[in-house]
């Protein structure tokens, strides 16, 4: 793909010349420099992004949190100018869940508090519970029978999966102008019928999740009193959350869980292994909330103007929800952060667009991507069915942004070819910013896969990974503290911008073929 190939330039990388498709494309540059202007000398990214995390707290899945959230954003929305604000129903989730109250300390040999957090969806201990700590170690099913008889009423410790290692490396890193180039030159993903290594991870994950199914069976038979584990990993501190149960309304019965750092874990372990008695006072106390299972999606709109186009829509997103074991800055009150600023900077500079721009603050991701599957099934098309909508039709583009606290360097292209050249030049004016990559190559894990699920053009932008993937992603340390006030400013401008064109372009982005209907399994 010549057309996208960057240039090393004075050291650094720049777009190459335009085509001649590329010079047909409508580049704004008058509002492009309101646009950099109003979101590099006015942002307000960094006062939205306070009130995401501080302010409303850990925003998991149908919490009291997430409730903050939805109103905070709607009303922010709101002052700002935005028409039809609204919290959408998306359909069913399940059971609210939050924290009132957790501690977590070894009380002997001696004392040492620890760090971790109740898994989310387990239930309160009995108040205050000191208890002898069992090490369970088990790799199979049948490991599991040597433990019978021996855990009732002990606090049962399992093993950590991935001891924490010295690194050599900075936790923090930025795309290199090498990397930068491999994504520009790589070849457009292909479907493939079988993914040998994918189909054997997949197969290990269904594995650990039986074998713990398993052993939560024992547990609860055998009289256990709670449970202390990890996941992932993790360092310095450093653990990463996860479920401990299903957040369905009618789900099995588990007992209290917390998740810690492995080096407390693993100290645990060691005094355990070598004979020593250990002790631990524990205590969560959560609360269920039963009265509405329903999810929710933040939705604002500017208005379109044209008579012809204005019933046509672009819209961007980021899912508000987050874990709970802290506040969800870099996952994703940055995304939502970013998105609410680039709706906000086209509202200041008094932009009239053709087409309505929508934006969609996305519930429940982290179980599911359900606020933007649901959005989209409810919308557009059931990608079980592929039986389309009337407003099927009339989205222009979806732009999404959820890879943490980094600056844009371009868009995956989710292998649409047809917009490599009208995204080539909206990138232009920003090349000065540090964003020219334009990758054939698809990502995933994220809400614009909801979009191109049922053959609408949804786009994930490219970021610098900062310390996102090693220190802040599902974490304890998911803080305010971790996020970039320059980087989320340039991103803001640039979402304005390619939002701004899509609205204002006369045809719609092209999009891929119709994908065959994926009947549900």
């Not at 979101?39 to 998991?60: H, Q």
């Not at 040597?146 to 900075?170: C, H, M, N, S, W």
């Not at 990608?383 to 371009?410: Q, V, W």
């Not at 719609?508 to 549900?520: D, G, I």
């Amino acid at each position: 793909m010549t057309t996208l190939r960057l240039l090393a330039l004075a050291g650094g990388l720049a777009l190459a010349a335009p085509t001649l498709a590329q010079q047909a494309e409508k580049v704004d540059q008058a509002m492009i420099a309101k646009i950099k202007d109003e979101g590099m000398n006015r942002s307000k990214v960094m006062e939205t992004a306070f009130y995401l995390t501080d302010v409303c707290g850990p925003r998991l899945a149908n919490s009291d949190g997430l409730k903050r959230a939805n109103e905070w954003t709607k009303g922010q929305l709101t002052k700002w100018g935005m028409s039809n604000a609204n919290i959408e129903p998306w359909g069913d989730f399940g059971r609210g869940w939050d924290i009132e109250k957790s501690y977590i300390a070894m009380t002997a040999p001696y004392y040492h508090a620890m760090i971790g957090a109740p898994k989310a969806w387990t239930p309160s201990t009995s108040g205050a519970v000191k208890k002898q700590v069992v090490y369970v170690n088990a790799a199979t099913e049948a490991d599991l029978a040597k433990y019978q008889g021996k855990l009732r009423d002990k606090i049962v410790l399992t093993a950590v999966a991935v001891p924490p290692k010295t690194t050599f490396e900075a936790d923090a890193t930025r795309y290199t102008d090498e990397q930068l180039t491999k994504m520009m030159e790589a070849q457009p993903a292909r479907p493939t019928t079988e993914d040998p290594a994918m189909t054997e991870r997949l197969n290990a994950r269904r594995a650990q999740a039986a074998l713990r199914t398993k052993l939560n069976e024992m547990l609860m038979s055998e009289g256990a009193a709670a449970v202390l584990s990890s996941t992932r990993g993790g360092s310095h501190g450093t653990f990463f959350t996860s479920n401990g149960a299903p957040y369905a309304a009618d789900a099995k019965p588990v007992l209290p869980e917390i998740e810690m750092s492995p080096e407390d874990q693993l100290r645990l372990i060691r005094l355990v292994e070598a004979g020593i008695p250990v002790e631990v006072e524990m205590e969560t106390k959560t609360r269920f909330q039963n009265t509405d299972l329903k999810g929710y999606n933040v939705i604002a709109e500017i208005p379109g103007t044209d008579r012809k186009l204005k019933n046509e829509v672009v819209m961007l997103g980021a899912h508000i929800d987050s874990w709970h074991a802290a506040t969800g800055a870099t996952d994703n009150a940055a995304g939502c952060a970013v998105m609410m600023e680039a709706m906000r900077i086209l509202k200041a500079t008094g932009v009239k667009p053709r087409r309505t721009i929508r934006i969609a603050l996305w519930g429940e991701e982290e179980q599911g991507l359900h606020g933007s599957r649901n959005y989209v099934k409810n919308h557009f098309a059931d990608p079980a069915t592929m039986k389309l909508l009337p407003e099927h039709e009339k989205l222009a583009g979806y732009f999404n942004l959820d890879n943490g606290s980094g600056k844009i360097r371009g868009i995956y292209l989710q292998g649409n070819e047809g917009v490599a050249p009208i995204f080539t030049a909206w990138l232009q004016p920003f090349a000065d910013m540090g964003a020219t990559t334009i990758t054939p190559r698809n990502t995933g894990g994220t809400d614009h896969l909801a979009f191109d699920a049922v053959g609408l053009p949804g786009f994930q932008f490219v970021q610098d990974g900062l310390d996102y993937n090693t220190r802040t992603h599902h974490t304890n340390q998911d803080t305010f503290d971790r996020l970039q006030a320059d980087d989320l400013k340039q991103a803001s401008v640039i979402v304005a911008s390619f939002v701004y064109h899509t609205a204002m372009r006369d045809q719609k982005l092209p999009r891929k073929a119709l994908p065959a209907a994926v009947p549900k399994s």
